[in-house]
């Protein structure tokens, strides 16, 4: 990066755009701090590197930890607020940031009230999901989740076709399947004749999308969210330029006032009055400081990271550019998530995050030595972090998800659909291995024969009366929600491994994004290497570090701070915020 009069040497040669707010990337933090900003009056750019807007928000689940919620109120679910402290203290320790997480915690409801009241964007509840660690003083056990509610992508016209589209290995045939009772409905379609016809109308209504529109229409999760934010952008006059990585800030006495960034038709500098806004998407796909930061990454290669390419440091790079520091202190610099390496029949390769498949009764994970490592229908993160831990120094880092052939016919496997979809390309790929026997699955995937057969007996003793001794599946309240409630035994988790033939997948790290990113306040400003704010610069969403620092104590923990970090720094570049500074 050149210094400012370096910037103003290139902006004389430049394609020139006023506003008074630019932001860099388009996923949820950044489209909510541009809506924010646009409905308090400011003229505000939204800036894209890649060809479609929705950043790793779009290929996400959607959810959103947000305590104290106004959809959780009018449902009479009244917490303490309070609770949601105790229980950050107590799973951040020393970590814990008190300015920042009060300003999550003060500001999230007032976030989903904006937007609910002054924008496109509606919310749906997740109630009934509780946080990961129940037995940690201050867990809560409903009323902290929200997601965007389902949008008809017909109503955007021209801009569906500037969105990303839902993540390939998560979706059916290019449609997506929302969390909860549209999931349960696809599981459940060969057993509920009313799941049958859910599935059915979905179905029969997403082949018309594709026939008229060449694309899904019925959104839902990560790009529901993305599509209502858009939306409201546009309403707003928020212009949107895709195709247009940012290269340069642009400072002018300690302040930064736009950036340099590189359009289809060459640079064009943006003068921002208000400042920027970096919201670029961390860092996950920058393989020099996943190198550098990521534990067991020699190379920086042995990672599958979940968010798009185009999420690969950016906004960092800004940051520092301009005195930023960049914040790697943490319990991990890495949002973990267990991955599967997806080999498409067209060539290509894809990342299926195992999120739901490892709690339902019936499955477990060990390493190659054969022995389990964790509580396998705990959170996401716990369980890559547990192999990453397991796994010895100088071995690959990784784990197989076991499970029969009952199992995978009922909830299927990864990226394997359940009956009555067809599994044999699966186990062509390579994806999906299978042994008749546990001790022919063992050889088929390199595991220790003698330890895994012993694994699988011992866990079976157990199974058949509903109990997991050596890890606890099904002991919290987290566990059996994530598990099967339809299951007949007495535990949701839990269920012997016994009808061949047998079958795994196997899962290697992967993350959801990064928790390193720039020091911020409690405004979303950036901080300089003497905690000063750097005026005119924020960062939300992972190019600021997370405020959980680096640990993962609910599902939504990266959305809910996203999302009331980016509606914080809208209203403090506007100057409705009540605080400014270092502090509330």
Request: net charge neutral; charged share 15%.
């Amino acid at each position: 990066m050149g210094n400012a009069d370096a910037s103003h040497a290139d902006a004389a040669s430049s394609r020139q755009l006023e506003c008074d707010l630019l932001v860099i990337g388009s996923g949820a933090s950044g489209l909510a701090a541009a809506v924010t900003a646009a409905w308090h009056g400011l003229s505000v750019v939204v800036v894209e590197k890649d060809r479609v807007f929705g950043g790793a928000t779009a290929w996400s689940g959607g959810w959103m930890w947000v305590p104290g919620n106004p959809l959780a109120k009018r449902a009479g679910i009244h917490e303490d607020s309070q609770q949601p402290r105790t229980y950050l203290k107590n799973e951040l320790g020393e970590r814990y940031d008190a300015a920042r997480i009060d300003a999550f915690l003060d500001h999230c409801p007032q976030m989903v009230s904006f937007f609910e009241q002054h924008t496109s964007l509606q919310f749906i509840d997740g109630n009934a999901i509780p946080d990961i660690h129940g037995s940690v003083p201050g867990a809560g056990t409903q009323g902290h989740q929200i997601i965007a509610a389902p949008y008809d992508g017909r109503k955007l016209g021209p801009l569906l076709y500037r969105l990303r589209k839902t993540m390939r290995e998560t979706s059916f045939m290019g449609m997506p399947i929302m969390a909860g009772t549209d999931l349960a409905a696809f599981l459940n379609m060969t057993r509920s004749l009313k799941a049958f016809f859910h599935v059915s109308k979905r179905f029969c209504r997403h082949l018309c999308d594709l026939a008229v529109c060449g694309r899904a229409t019925q959104l839902v999760n990560g790009v529901a969210l993305v599509a209502r934010l858009a939306k409201s952008a546009e309403k707003l006059g928020v212009q949107l330029i895709a195709s247009a990585p940012a290269k340069q800030l642009i400072l002018s006495e300690g302040r930064v006032c736009g950036a340099i960034v590189a359009t289809t038709a060459g640079d064009m500098t943006i003068h921002a009055k208000k400042g920027v806004v970096l919201a670029a998407g961390g860092f996950p796909n920058d393989v020099a400081r996943r190198k550098a930061l990521f534990p067991r990454t020699p190379t920086g290669a042995e990672h599958l990271a979940l968010p798009p390419e185009s999420c690969s440091g950016d906004g960092i790079t800004l940051g520092e550019s301009a005195g930023a520091t960049l914040v790697t202190d943490l319990a991990s610099p890495v949002a973990w998530a267990p991955v599967s390496l997806v080999r498409h029949a067209d060539g290509t390769t894809g990342h299926f995050p195992h999120i739901i498949d490892r709690a339902k009764p019936g499955v477990i994970g060990v390493l190659a030595n054969g022995k389990r490592f964790v509580n396998e229908a705990g959170g996401y993160y716990d369980y890559t972090a547990a192999m990453v831990a397991a796994v010895p120094e100088g071995e690959e880092v990784a784990s197989w998800l076991i499970c029969d052939h009952r199992f995978i016919r009922r909830y299927g496997l990864g990226y394997v659909r359940p009956s009555p979809l067809p599994i044999g390309s699966f186990i062509r790929s390579g994806y999906l291995h299978r042994g008749h026997t546990i001790a022919e699955l063992a050889v088929s995937c390199g595991i220790a024969v003698d330890h895994l057969v012993h694994t699988i007996s011992v866990y079976n003793e157990h199974a058949k009366r509903g109990e997991d001794p050596e890890f606890g599946r099904g002991s919290t309240p987290y566990n059996r929600k994530q598990g099967d409630a339809l299951y007949p035994g007495t535990n949701p988790c839990v269920a012997p491994i016994q009808h061949g033939p047998f079958y795994a997948v196997k899962v290697q790290p992967g993350c959801f994004g990064t928790f390193a990113g720039l020091k911020t306040n409690a405004s979303a400003q950036v901080l300089d290497n003497q905690d000063r704010a750097i005026t005119g610069l924020y960062a939300v969403g992972t190019d600021m570090a997370s405020i959980m620092g680096g640990v993962y104590p609910s599902g939504g923990i990266n959305l809910g701070p996203a999302m009331t970090f980016g509606y914080i720094a809208g209203r403090h570049a506007a100057g409705a915020d009540k605080f400014g500074g270092n502090s509330i």
